[in-house]
């Protein structure tokens, strides 16, 4: 399902996360698709369970999944909804930067900073 990078600076559980959230909007992991649970998912990952869960919540918060207890966590049909959104806000952003005549590579460099530092907060807030 996933193939993870032990040696990245991105942390195992937002490696996970990005992964499905990617297969989420590109289509290969459709609405109503259960996903694996958590502790069988954290063992064929080699991971901590806790990992795993962490990853899931930040997709249920995003939401991308929806998880029902013991019926597990499958992809919430609102994925598509989540992405035309996204792809909405990201096309105001684009029209912004272009009003201000900033160059492409330094808007996405802004992006990808405040992204960075927004995951950041998230991640102390945690802690």
Do not use: C
């Amino acid at each position: 399902m996933i193939t993870l990078d032990p040696g990245s600076s991105v942390p195992p559980f937002e490696q996970l996360r990005s992964g499905i959230a990617a297969r989420i909007r590109d289509g290969r992991l459709p609405a109503g698709t259960k996903l694996p649970p958590v502790r069988r998912l954290a063992q064929t990952l080699e991971l901590a369970p806790n990992t795993v869960a962490r990853a899931y919540r930040e997709l249920e918060v995003a939401g991308l999944v929806a998880t029902a207890g013991r019926r597990g966590t499958v992809v919430a049909a609102t994925g598509d909804e989540v992405a035309r959104a996204a792809a909405a806000a990201a096309a105001d952003f684009a029209d912004a930067v272009h009003r201000l005549g900033l160059p492409t590579p330094d808007a996405v460099a802004l992006a990808r900073a405040a992204l960075e530092a927004r995951d950041r907060r998230r991640a102390e807030a945690r802690d």
